[in-house]
């Protein structure tokens, strides 16, 4: 009988086509892997893979393998699906993914609340901007900002939150130096973009020539806190900030929405119910931070 698990790791090699980078994603070492997938191919009598020096690439079994390992994998998932959506218990694992600066600049306090509130319920976040696949059960709820929400897969469940906007912000310092005219170009600060973006146009200031790229959120607002230039933010991170500052002329642009997103079976667990009821009521007390209308702006 073919073991699940060996089944599993097939299939992470076959993804990535790397030993390592499997290994990576299912949190094992390298050993585990290459001894699950050999316990495979001795199962079957055959190998699955081929080793080149770019990588793993399938044999023709393998490929042959491939189609009923994703049927299995499919099938696996709608199980524990339907299961986990009659879990009724306010305890267990909830998995929750969120965009980083959401969970580090607002959301954080929160989900301290919820952890006070359920302390039996085990809160795993995954912070990160990537979309987590909700039919697979990567995350049991996915928090993000949606342009188009026809854009939204047809087997989720969602929960529409607040309008989110950006700005355009600098240091109060970097802004009194520029006013005085004792500073030069003023740097665009960008993330990991390799073109110029449009947003650098608007305002009365004119940036440089020259940027500041940076690998990271963190590290773009600690460049832009320092003064080394102007970026753009969501609004609720940079209305937050005190050492920021809107740059002069410019005006909070509208980036989308944000949405609470569930599998239509994994909506009905209890513990799931209780964090969408409880981030929905959360985040509509932020509705006017996530827009960016600040005291003024009202």
């Given amino acids: 009988m073919i073991d699940w698990e060996d089944v599993r790791y097939f299939l992470a090699v076959a993804r990535a086509a790397s030993v390592r980078a499997a290994a990576q994603r299912l949190g094992v070492n390298h050993a585990t892997v290459l001894r699950r997938v050999a316990e495979l191919e001795q199962r079957l009598g055959v190998l699955v893979f081929e080793k080149l020096p770019s990588g793993y690439r399938l044999t023709v079994a393998g490929e042959e393998i491939l189609e ?3 049927q299995m994998e499919a099938s696996s998932h709608k199980l524990e699906t339907r ?13 929750v993914t969120l965009p980083p600066f959401l969970a580090t600049h607002l959301f954080m306090p929160d989900l301290s ?6 302390p039996e319920i085990e809160i795993e976040i995954l912070s990160t901007g990537e979309i987590a696949n909700l ?3 990567e995350a049991d ?5 949606v342009i188009d929400r026809e854009t939204l897969p047809p087997n989720v469940h969602g929960l529409m939150g607040p309008e989110l906007a950006s700005g355009i912000y600098l240091s ?10 004792t500073h030069g170009p003023i740097r665009p600060i960008i993330i990991n973009d390799h073109r110029i973006p449009d947003w650098v146009h608007a305002g009365e200031i004119r940036t440089g020539e020259v940027p500041f790229r940076a690998p990271d959120a963190e590290t773009q607002i600690a460049a832009v806190r320092e003064g080394i230039g102007l970026t753009r933010l969501p609004c609720f991170v ?15 642009l509208r980036n989308g929405v ?6 239509g079976e994994t909506r009905k667990t209890k513990r799931v119910r209780l964090f969408m009821e409880f981030a929905s009521h959360r985040f509509a007390a932020y509705a006017s931070l996530l827009a960016g209308l600040k005291v003024e702006d009202r």
């Fill in 141 to 145: 709820v996915a928090i993000r900002f």
């Fill in 172 to 181: 109060r310092g970097l802004l009194a130096a520029w006013r005085a005219g």
């Fill in 258 to 263: 944000l949405w609470l997103l569930t599998h």
């Fill in 68 to 70: 009923f390992a994703e």
């Fill in 238 to 252: 940079g209305d937050s900030e005190p050492q920021l500052t809107r740059a002069p002329g410019t005006q909070p």
């Fill in 83 to 95: 299961v986990f959506g009659r879990d009724q218990s306010a305890r267990g694992l909830l998995r």
């Fill in 135 to 137: 039919t697979n059960r």
């Fill in 113 to 118: 609340d919820f952890a006070r509130l359920h």
